[in-house]
């Protein structure tokens, strides 16, 4: 098979999945496959706790749910990734050597205890989405048999990515129902959100409750002859751009309609995703309509920093000392954070004086409520 077809085949599983969660393994699976990875999960993850909130997983291996809970009940909060990836950008694929040096990495008890035993070697990772508080993270993981991650696992990863990050966010929109594609407009009628069925000129096919109003109030989005347009002359221009790409299905949209911004009159900031139907399963609905795209309309979040962010930006602390700080304040004190992250005991308190020079902190209690006053005042 060609590898434009392969890929347009797994985005198809990927967008289906934004209308039905369960079928999230089917399209991991799928994503593994073409990226080359032996096990994948879209999970958030707590930027201060650790907590992980498990969304989707799959593994290869028959042994893969047992340690998909114990990386729920135990070893998610010692993931030495965290907390240095929520440093990159959305959509950017990050290696472990980005994050912690590979010598340093296989000294974690992370490594030994929950990667080694199933012979994960290697993996890449994206934020989908960062928040104040915590963020999500789509991982792919290789097998040793697989090898270290190469320049071919990069690429389709990069090139899949942006599709993740889309069904995520329209998953969440829809409050992760099952929506059967046939009948999107009368499931998704008293969605929050605003939710509108174009054709590829952005003629209004239907609008549910939520889109009347946006239109209504004409603040951000208008209705002209029946065709659906933004008031921010740019933002319009995108989301003709992607109604009309949506024709040629998933591929041909590529990473546009992903989180389009659209300012409104006002000066509050809206964002749109654009979900083709015109590719999967979704192609029902696009018949049904005469569609060829559903588009998700809702307010912006905040744009803030992580307490991890804001706190390294402040005190201008390394990744290694922000990964010794939190450890402090998760995990304890120097003998208990040391065989975690796989490093002496004196390498921990090197690591801790500075921190306490930087921060102008003395004891593990300051630093606690350091940390705890900027989720406060996140």
């Known amino acids: 098979m060609r590898e434009a ?24 699976e799928s994503i593994c496959g073409y990226v080359g990875a032996a096990s994948a999960s879209l999970h958030s993850q707590d930027s201060i706790s650790r907590n992980t909130d498990a969304l989707f997983w799959w593994g290869r291996e028959s042994s893969a749910p047992h340690y998909f809970d114990l990386y729920l009940q135990k070893y998610g909060k010692i993931n030495p990734i965290f907390p240095g990836v929520v440093f990159f950008d959305v ?6 050597p980005d994050v912690i040096s590979c010598e340093e990495f296989v000294q974690t008890r992370f490594f030994r205890e929950w990667l080694a035993p ?6 890449l990772f994206s934020n989908l989405e960062k928040g ?18 190469d320049d071919r696992m990069r690429r389709r990863f990069e090139l899949i990515t942006p599709h993740v990050r889309r069904a995520m966010l329209i998953g969440k929109v829809i409050d992760l129902h099952r929506v059967e594609a046939a009948a999107l407009a009368d499931t998704l009628d008293e969605l929050a959100s605003g939710m509108f069925i174009v054709d590829s000129n952005g003629r209004i096919i239907h609008a549910n409750a939520s889109a009347h109003r946006l239109i209504a109030e004409a603040d951000v989005l208008r209705a002209t002859q029946g065709r659906i347009a933004a008031l921010d002359l740019e933002g319009n221009r995108n989301l003709l751009d992607v109604f009309t790409a949506a024709q040629a299905g998933d591929a041909a949209v590529g990473k546009r309609g992903i989180a389009i911004p659209l300012k409104a009159r006002s000066g509050e900031r809206y964002v749109a995703h654009v979900l083709p139907l015109t590719s999967g399963a979704r192609r029902k609905a696009g018949v049904s309509y005469s569609a060829t795209a559903a588009m998700f309309v809702r307010k912006a979040a905040l744009d803030l920093p992580s307490p991890p962010e804001a706190v390294a930006r402040e005190f201008n602390l390394t990744p290694a000392e922000v990964r010794v700080m939190f450890a402090i304040v ?14 002496s005991e004196q390498t921990v308190k090197t690591h801790l004086h500075r921190i306490y020079e930087k921060t102008a902190t003395k004891r593990q209690a300051d630093l606690v409520k350091l940390i705890a006053s900027y989720s406060g005042r996140l």
């Open 5 to 28: 077809d392969e890929l347009s085949l797994v985005i198809g599983d990927i967008y289906d999945a934004s209308l039905d969660p369960g079928l999230w393994p089917t399209a991991i």
């Open 91 to 96: 959509e950017l694929p990050v290696a472990v």
């Open 118 to 123: 199933q012979s994960l070697m290697d993996g």
């Open 132 to 149: 104040a508080t915590s963020c999500a993270l789509f991982t792919a993981m290789r097998h040793a048999n697989e090898g270290q991650v």
């Open 330 to 343: 998760e995990i304890g004190g120097v003998p208990e954070v040391a065989p975690v992250l796989g490093i």
